[in-house]
């Protein structure tokens, strides 16, 4: 069975500052890897994901992550957080298409 | 850029109706799930489908839920007989299904629904 875990409920950042969103797994066999980014009232946006190679993968609004396998961990990380990144945070696993879901993570980002 | 769509945006309905909740994936995807999340809580897998049948459901997905593909773009969910904890944010997903673990999901929007 695959699972992940969000340590975290909530991350407060101020503006400008890095940000990390933690993430860690558990699955048998090769890791796959997502992170999902929601805005209230709206849906699951994908923002990247790791599926092999380089440990540090690149997305979307300038978001990367860092693969890490002894850690067993896929932290969500900017280097200087926007007002506008404040939002709810998943990190998936996916297996044979479907994905499980943490438990989520709030970002709030303060001017 | 091609999106997944849901309708509608907001369903409410009185306990023990049958509601429908309809998404269109993106039209090359072969693989089509549902997943719902209640309120403040995590996104839980309900169902995937493919080739006009259920690949894997949860055990969520119990005797009130179905799925089909009526016609060549849409999906949806039907929910039998309504009960209160089935108010949830119910999401859609395809996924091209190239290659089924590495490919993308791609969320539609969500169907809020309110049962009263």
């Known amino acids: 069975a695959q699972s992940v875990a969000q340590p975290e409920d909530q991350v407060n950042v101020a503006e400008g500052n890095p940000l990390t969103v933690k993430c860690t797994y558990s699955?048998?066999?090769?890791?796959?890897l997502f992170w999902y980014v929601q805005y209230p009232n709206r849906g699951l946006q994908f923002l990247l994901k790791?599926?092999?190679?380089?440990?540090l993968v690149k997305g979307s609004y300038g978001f990367e992550a860092e693969f890490n396998k002894s850690q067993t961990s896929f932290h969500l990380k900017k280097p200087s957080a926007l007002v506008s990144d404040s939002a709810l945070y998943f990190c998936a696993v996916n297996h044979a298409g479907k994905s499980t879901f943490g438990d989520g993570t709030t970002l709030t980002v303060k001017p | 850029e091609p999106e997944v769509t849901q309708t509608p945006s907001h369903q409410v309905t009185q306990m023990g109706q049958e509601v429908i909740l309809r998404c269109v994936p993106i039209s090359n995807h072969l693989y089509f799930y549902w997943y719902r999340q209640i309120l403040g809580q995590k996104v839980e897998f309900l169902v995937s489908?493919?080739?006009?049948?259920?690949?894997?459901k949860s055990e969520i997905f119990d005797d009130q839920f179905s799925v089909e593909r009526p016609d060549g773009s849409n999906f949806t969910l039907k929910i039998r007989s309504t009960k209160l904890e089935d108010s949830a944010m119910y999401f859609c997903a395809s996924l091209s299904g190239t290659l089924l673990s590495t490919d993308t999901q791609y969320f539609g929007p969500g169907t809020r629904l309110t049962v009263l």
């Open positions: 790791y599926i092999t190679g380089d440990n």
């Open positions: 489908f493919y080739n006009n049948e259920i690949s894997e």
């Open positions: 699955v048998s066999g090769n890791p796959y």
